[in-house]
């Protein structure tokens, strides 16, 4: 796929599509690109002038990014995925990550589950962080408490992209070893520590909490 997409991008393969006549914003430079954008395999190959594809007349109107919220409870919504796509799509806002600590504190990975499972096929793309502090510590009582086993059971997803943010901070600087298998369970773990400082955060830090 990425030989592919680095050969549409030379200009030595045609795209699979190319949106033809947009004035394309830069969210990076905060301007307004003239060109073509092409887009092979899914993915855009380049902004410029592209030969052959489908092509779709944008006839001068603005194409912007989809926003991405990289951090979002959807189940706070109360609405189901489908209706909070319904909602959010509409304003520009075309993929979450979501940390669904709040529906497994209820049903355990069957609803972290579930929740994935029910934002399929949508316009808008969930991916979810296996919820890293269900409980959020010891004086909570959850009906469906996360083991590293559960929290390893939705990581097998192939939407669920990483640990959810660990917000048992004063665990994490003891050095719980609890807590320490859940951070060790993938690349990328989100934080949350908020007021701590000094050697209290260089120690979360150490842990490879981003």
């Given at each position: 796929?990425?030989?592919?997409?680095?050969?549409?991008?030379?200009?030595?393969?045609?795209?699979?599509?190319?949106?033809?006549?947009?004035?394309?914003?830069?969210?990076?430079?905060?301007?307004?690109?003239?060109?073509?954008?092409?887009?092979?395999?899914?993915?855009?190959?380049?902004?410029?002038?592209?030969?052959?594809?489908?092509?779709?007349?944008?006839?001068g109107r603005p194409l912007v990014p989809g926003f991405v919220d990289a951090h979002v409870h959807l189940e706070s919504a109360k609405l189901l995925p489908s209706e909070f796509a319904r909602?959010?799509?509409?304003?520009?806002?075309?993929?979450?990550?979501?940390?669904?600590?709040?529906?497994?504190?209820?049903?355990?990975?069957?609803?972290?589950?579930?929740?994935?499972?029910?934002?399929?096929?949508?316009?808008?793309?969930?991916?979810?962080?296996?919820?890293?502090?269900?409980?959020?510590?010891?004086?909570?009582?959850?009906?469906?408490?996360?083991?590293?086993?559960?929290?390893?059971?939705?990581?097998?997803?192939?939407?669920?992209?990483?640990?959810?943010?660990?917000?048992?901070?004063?665990?994490?600087?003891?050095?719980?070893?609890?807590?320490?298998?859940?951070?060790?369970?993938?690349?990328?773990?989100?934080?949350?520590?908020?007021?701590?400082?000094?050697?209290?955060?260089?120690?979360?830090?150490?842990?490879?909490?981003?």
């Amino acid at each position: 796929m990425r030989e592919r997409l680095l050969a549409v991008a030379r200009g030595d393969a045609e795209p699979d599509l190319v949106v033809c006549g947009a004035r394309v914003f830069s969210a990076f430079t905060r301007e307004w690109v003239a060109g073509d954008v092409a887009v092979a395999d899914g993915r855009i190959a380049g902004i410029g002038a592209f030969d052959g594809g489908e092509r779709i007349d944008a006839a001068g109107r603005p194409l912007v990014p989809g926003f991405v919220d990289a951090h979002v409870h959807l189940e706070s919504a109360k609405l189901l995925p489908s209706e909070f796509a319904r909602v959010v799509v509409a304003r520009g806002t075309t993929a979450v990550v979501c940390d669904p600590h709040e529906i497994a504190n209820v049903l355990g990975a069957e609803g972290a589950l579930w929740l994935l499972d029910a934002a399929e096929g949508l316009p808008l793309r969930v991916f979810a962080m296996a919820p890293s502090c269900v409980p959020a510590s010891a004086l909570e009582s959850p009906r469906g408490a996360l083991g590293v086993a559960d929290m390893a059971r939705i990581l097998e997803h192939d939407r669920a992209i990483g640990v959810a943010e660990v917000m048992d901070f004063p665990s994490v600087i003891a050095g719980d070893p609890g807590v320490l298998a859940k951070v060790a369970l993938h690349p990328h773990v989100d934080g949350h520590a908020p007021g701590v400082l000094g050697r209290n955060l260089d120690a979360y830090a150490a842990t490879g909490i981003a």
